[in-house]
């Protein structure tokens, strides 16, 4: 495989914003000033907004959900003491090249660097929004880890958002992987039908559905109903049609979604549409992202709102990943051990204990 058909991507035409003179004359947003920062220093995770995703914005709030994800400001450039680079060690879990091998029975691969939006919240900053993508050489020394693995039952697909590849790229990427290992489960894990829903379409979905046997799920990242707009159910609702089942991973962020009637609404909206809420993660401590961060007393108060008022099946579980790669604890059950002002006692699914510092707002 030539590394210039991974690169290519559907990223290509009018439809994205990218520069602060294109917000302007698409959305005519005037930025606020720690706003106009980021763009005259553009430093970090670079900028990249879908035009229909910015659509959703109501531009008179300074505070809106959606201008939030991303539009970037100047708070990504403190970087708070406890904040990591790598906030989830996965650079200590990559025995090849692009692949994570952190849980016995799953591995995630990244399949490469682009997305069509970089949420200003993302933990894997330090890897999106880079120009990286796995060799054809490279793919197949994962596809062979994955066989010499017969632990591994689920790989992730992620990246970056695997659904940027262009269709031939991505059929070539899964057709390496089921062909070392056929019965392997594949997650795609997206946030294209929520930010750029019209890239879902009749031969995407078909050749997705063409791996549907030994399973293949979508999962996608819904962060506040606002993203539940007809188009977006729309590309939901192919997907589905296909017979794939679509799952969805919310992340808790302040400003955005941390309040119980906002989740609430989500999760209905989720179910309404035919999509499993799956996982509520509380926020991990990527640098740069401390204003987005709820503190842990505070999203273990939501959750308790939510579980009182949702079914069982809009109920999401709250988690939170251990910083350095120690593992997920489940928040919504017998993962807090003890509490003692910011300091946690939290037990992961090794049932091993560690102590986790949250942060004080
Ligand atoms: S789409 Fe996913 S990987 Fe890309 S910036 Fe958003 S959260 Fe990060």
């Not at 996965?90 to 692949?99: A, H, R, S, T």
């Not at 900053?125 to 010499?148: C, E, F, H, M």
């Not at 961060?293 to 579980?307: D, E, M, S, Y």
Request: charged residues 20%; neutral net charge; proline residues 6%.
């Amino acid at each position: 495989m030539k590394q210039e058909k991974q690169n290519t991507n559907t990223l290509t035409g009018p439809g994205l914003i990218r520069d602060q003179s294109e917000l302007r004359s698409q959305l005519n947003l005037s930025l606020r000033s720690d706003e106009t920062a980021w763009f005259r220093a553009e430093k970090g995770m670079p900028f990249l907004l879908p035009s229909y995703y910015a659509g959703l914005m109501n531009i008179s709030d300074p505070h809106d959900p959606i201008r939030l994800q991303s539009i970037p400001t100047d708070k990504e450039f403190a970087v708070a003491p406890q904040e990591l680079p790598d906030p989830l060690g996965e650079k200590n879990f990559m025995p090849v090249d692009f692949l994570i091998h952190r849980y016995a029975s799953r591995a995630l691969f990244l399949s490469t660097g682009i997305c069509a939006m970089y949420c200003r919240h993302c933990f894997r900053r330090n890897y999106t929004g880079k120009l990286q993508a796995p060799t054809g050489k490279q793919i197949v020394s994962a596809a062979q880890y994955l066989k010499d693995h017969v632990e591994i039952k689920e790989l992730l697909i992620s990246g970056g958002d695997p659904l940027t590849l262009s269709i031939v790229s991505l059929d070539r990427l899964l057709g390496i992987f089921r062909d070392y290992r056929p019965d392997i489960v594949f997650r795609i894990c997206t946030r294209i039908p929520v930010v750029m829903p019209q890239v879902i379409g009749g031969t995407l979905v078909e050749m997705l559905a063409a791996y549907r046997k030994n399973g293949l799920y979508v999962i996608t990242q819904y962060n506040h109903p606002v993203e539940l707009s007809f188009e977006s159910r729309e590309a939901v609702r192919l997907i589905l049609d296909s017979g794939i089942p679509v799952l969805n991973q919310t992340v808790l962020l302040k400003g955005v979604n941390d309040d119980a009637g906002v989740l609430e609404d989500l999760m209905n909206g989720l179910v309404g549409a035919g999509i499993i809420p799956y996982y509520l993660f509380h926020p991990d401590m990527a640098e740069g992202t401390s204003h987005f961060r709820v503190p842990l007393k505070r999203g273990t108060a939501i959750f308790k709102q939510l579980r009182a008022e949702l079914s069982r099946l809009a109920l999401p579980e709250y988690a939170v990943d251990l910083p350095g790669g120690l593992g997920k604890v489940s928040l919504s059950d017998s993962g807090i051990v003890e509490a003692a002002g910011n300091e946690y006692k939290l037990r992961n699914s090794n049932n091993q204990i560690f102590t986790y510092i949250d942060f004080i707002e």
